[in-house]
């Protein structure tokens, strides 16, 4: 399990996007976001560099969080 802190996430449409994002990358991975924290929590077999790839790529860079 991955978390990743995303702190432009601030709104529905984001939470969104960045799901999509995250599906476009493994379309099996499970994704739960945390709007208050501006987290998302990613249980996949995706490399993390790819998942961060596809989120910069939509507009909403990611760093690792604590797991």
Do not use: F, I, W
Request: glycine share 6%.
């Amino acid at each position: 399990m991955l978390t990743l802190n995303v702190p432009d996430m601030t709104c529905g449409h984001c939470v969104g996007v960045v799901t999509k994002a995250v599906k476009s990358v493994d379309a099996d991975a499970a994704v739960s976001t945390d709007l208050s924290a501006q987290t998302v929590t990613v249980e996949s077999a995706a490399a993390p560099a790819a998942l961060q790839a596809a989120l910069e790529k939509a507009g909403y860079p990611a760093t690792v969080g604590a797991r």
